[in-house]
């Protein structure tokens, strides 16, 4: 009896097996080119790895709900917004004055192969996108952007950035590569900023704490404590915004790239971008931007899982400035909410 017990439990054993190995082939079949493999008690059995990115790219590709000719629509109706404000502003810098101080340009970054160029802008998808372009310019070891680490997409030497050319080669790239940015509510980035730099647990934290939290409370906060002068850990929003509007920040150097206007960072009165996409339509703007490219076929923009939850806080935090201190605030960012069609809370 109990060599007939091993037996059964052996053969449905050998079932289970060859169930999972036939499954493994017609998945293979189905998805031509890739392998799968099985793991088992620290075993691996099979050929290669399927990416899953590839797959879940096929299979579960982004297709925006609005046709392409309103996608097309709506960025002719922000580019001619833009044309118009820029033409009421009297500080645009021309392009021989940008191109002659290259610094300016610091913020392009240039994919030779497939023709783009890329104006990053802190706390707009930057990190999602520069990911993307490592993954096409084949900087990464994999097809998949989400498996790119943060830190790895924002180091110095990833990309090679407009401000390395000459100016005639710079001229050649505005003219015949696509310009691509990506912007979003002034003060919904600056909350973003805020939180991002000087509330999470992360390197990167530490440092904004030490190179500004530290200045920040010593400057605006009264009576401080020797740990927050010490550490700057524990900046309020309100002294950040007071270090922000205070004309001798802004009269001493240029402003952080993670709070600077985001006119100032891409130019665009001077520069004129193909598309200039909006966090708000963040997936649909990036499908145009890859369809324009003809790209869409090769990669997709990573989606999140956690859609960002600030534009719900920009209220929570801005209800704590004084009237005056959220006008200078605005002023401070007047040329983006006027270029890209953006309101202010508290006095629009």
């Known amino acids: 009896m109990v060599l007939l017990r091993r037996s059964k439990q052996f053969v449905f054993v050998l079932l289970v097996v060859f169930g999972v190995w036939y499954g493994v082939i017609v998945m293979n079949e189905k998805i031509p080119g890739h392998y ?13 790895l399927m990416d899953s990115f590839q797959t879940s790219a096929s299979i579960d590709k982004y297709m925006p709900e609005k046709p392409i000719d309103v996608l097309e629509m709506e960025q002719s109706q922000r580019k001619k917004l833009a ?43 930057c990190t999602n996108w520069k990911r993307l372009l490592m993954v096409l310019m084949g900087k990464a070891n994999t097809t998949n952007p989400l498996a790119i680490v943060a830190d790895d997409s924002h180091r110095l030497n990833v990309f090679r950035r407009l401000d390395n ?10 003219d015949h590569f696509m310009k691509f940015m990506f912007i979003r509510h002034p003060f919904e980035r600056l909350v973003s900023a805020f939180r991002n730099k000087f509330g999470q647990n992360s390197s990167s934290a ?26 700057g850990h524990d900046v309020t929003f ?24 985001m006119v100032d960072l891409c130019l665009p009165c001077t520069i004129q971008y193909n598309v200039i996409g909006k966090y708000e339509s963040l997936m649909d703007d990036a499908w145009l931007v890859l369809e324009k490219a003809n790209l869409n076929q090769k990669v997709s923009f990573p989606r999140s899982d ?29 040329m983006d909410f006027r270029l890209f069609d953006y309101h202010s809370p508290g006095f629009d």
């Open 165 to 174: 050319y000459t100016g005639e080669e710079i001229r050649y790239r505005l």
């Open 206 to 231: 530490d440092y904004f704490r030490s190179r500004y939290g530290r200045q920040i409370i010593k400057q605006y906060r009264a009576n401080a404590s020797e740990e927050s002068l010490l550490r």
């Open 306 to 334: 956690r859609p960002s939850s600030t534009n719900s806080l920009v209220e929570e935090y801005t209800k704590h400035l004084s009237r005056e201190e959220l006008l200078h605030l605005y002023h401070i960012y007047e």
């Open 238 to 261: 309100r002294e950040f915004v007071q270090y922000i509007i205070d004309p001798r920040t802004v009269a001493r150097a240029s402003f952080n790239e993670h709070w600077r206007p």
């Open 36 to 48: 799968i493999n099985l793991v088992y008690n620290g075993k691996m059995y099979g050929k290669w």
């Open 83 to 125: 044309k118009e404000v820029c033409l009421l502003s009297q500080n645009n810098p021309n392009l021989d004055s940008v191109i002659k101080d290259r610094v300016q340009l610091d913020h392009i970054i240039v994919d030779e192969e497939h023709r783009l160029l890329y104006c990053y802008v802190p706390k707009v998808a």
